[in-house]
């Protein structure tokens, strides 16, 4: 149905073609470049403050919109209009379907789960204005960090929208992303004293982790091999494995854990006052599924006990994180969502960790969740973003819920 390309959501993508145009434009400001392929008109401008947005209406509109929200972005990088998530291949498909689709950069990058659902809720005014007819549905779909942001709306704004795809989401809230990436960073100071700059709560301006420096510590050693096995062996931190491809991929989740913990701590911290947004001080680190005989394994997770550095999170933090957000479960409209069983950025526990919220609200019948047996995150192939973006608007048509 929808020949879509997915393609890794957390990542940096390149600045959009319209990046000259939106970047002139001041608070209020619109452009329209020139419209073409299947749409009828395209507008481009800002709101407050600093976010930039895209609306393109298609010439033979269905009277259906769709709100796409991006993922994660460096806080270093440009506020800008990128193509991301492969947003621009969507967004085409989307077009040759008869779907006006609109966008926003949002004010500012980085963790921006609060500041990403007020700049993507305000596309609803601009969509209005901008579309020949009232829709008769509209649709969200949400990447990443961006999956948290159309969550957050799905949840709050139920009247106003009627069906969410979430990919590869943080869908669990952000206490289960920064706890997990947190436990990471921790469980590897304390197995490989040294090897990281900084620590839990910061690291040096611009880190960059080198994932050269992690591989030529743990790959010749045996007894750091052990080490980072009993970390995948933790219930705080399972790290994903690519059953084919076992021990390499085992070293890139820790790799991609402990980079994206050190691309996002500096400005979690900033968003929470400069109190400390994660804690450990009465975990006490124990067997998830172990990978190496009890023998091996215990006095290593008592190594892990002994030596860890506890942190103790702060009350006020731990009130921005669950404010932005904590899932209620409390949905009201159909939510699809999909995941990669090992997926190293956004861990699946996201999505049982959902499960749960909607199971105590009691409201299963407006989720349905899809686990694709793959390794990484965000690999979704344009087949099953299509058929998954398919069966929600039949879900939203016919009140059927489809299979997982």
């Given amino acids: 149905m929808l020949a879509m390309v997915a393609v890794a959501a957390c990542g940096d993508g390149v600045v959009a073609p319209s990046a000259a145009v939106t970047a002139s434009l001041t608070l209020g400001q619109t452009a329209e470049p020139p419209a073409y392929g299947p749409w009828a008109r395209i507008v481009e401008g800002t709101t407050g403050p600093g976010a930039l947005y895209a609306i393109y209406v298609p010439t033979r509109w269905n009277r259906q919109t769709v709100t796409v929200a991006h993922g994660f972005r460096d806080v270093s990088t440009p506020v800008d209009l990128r193509d991301q998530d492969g947003l621009y291949a969507t967004r085409e498909a989307l077009g040759a379907l008869g779907y006006a689709v609109a966008y926003s950069s949002y004010s500012e990058n980085g963790f921006a789960v609060k500041d990403g659902a007020q700049r993507t809720h305000q596309l609803r005014g601009l969509l209005a204005s901008n579309l020949p007819a009232t829709p008769t549905k509209n649709y969200l779909i949400g990447y990443s960090l961006g999956g948290g942001v159309a969550l957050t709306l799905a949840e709050k704004f139920s009247s106003q929208y009627d069906g969410a795809l979430l990919v590869c989401g943080m869908v669990g809230g952000s206490r289960v992303q920064t706890q997990y990436l947190g436990h990471v960073r921790a469980l590897a100071d304390a197995y490989f004293p040294g090897m990281l700059p900084g620590n839990v709560l910061g690291v040096p301006a611009n880190t960059v982790i080198n994932p050269m420096t992690i591989i030529g510590t743990i790959a010749p050693n045996p007894a750091n091999q052990a080490k980072l096995l009993a970390m995948a062996s933790t219930a705080q931190t399972p790290l994903p494995i690519d059953p084919a491809n076992f021990f390499p991929s085992l070293l890139e989740s820790l790799i991609t854990g402990v980079s994206f913990h050190a691309r996002g701590i500096n400005n979690i911290v900033e968003l929470t006052h400069g109190f400390s947004p994660f804690g450990n001080t009465s975990t006490v680190y124990s067997v998830g599924t172990p990978l190496l005989p009890a023998a091996a394994l215990t006095p290593l997770l008592q190594l892990a006990n002994a030596t860890v550095t506890r942190y103790a999170i702060d009350p006020a933090a731990e009130q921005y994180l669950s404010h932005n957000f904590t899932p209620s479960?409390?949905?009201?409209?159909?939510?699809?969502?999909?995941?990669?069983?090992?997926?190293?950025?956004?861990?699946?526990?996201?999505?049982?960790?959902?499960?749960?919220?909607?199971?105590?609200?009691?409201?299963?019948?407006?989720?349905?969740?899809?686990?694709?047996?793959?390794?990484?995150?965000?690999?979704?192939?344009?087949?099953?973003?299509?058929?998954?973006?398919?069966?929600?608007?039949?879900?939203?048509?016919?009140?059927?819920?489809?299979?997982?």
Avoid at 356 to 375: C, E, K, P
Avoid at 380 to 395: K, M, P, Q, R, Y
């Fill in 329 to 404: 479960g409390d949905l009201r409209i159909p939510v699809l969502t999909v995941h990669n069983a090992y997926d190293p950025a956004v861990p699946v526990q996201h999505e049982t960790a959902l499960l749960n919220a909607v199971m105590t609200a009691g409201a299963t019948d407006f989720l349905s969740q899809r686990v694709i047996n793959r390794y990484g995150h965000c690999k979704v192939n344009a087949t099953e973003i299509s058929d998954a973006f398919g069966d929600l608007t039949s879900w939203v048509a016919s009140g059927v819920k489809p299979a997982p």
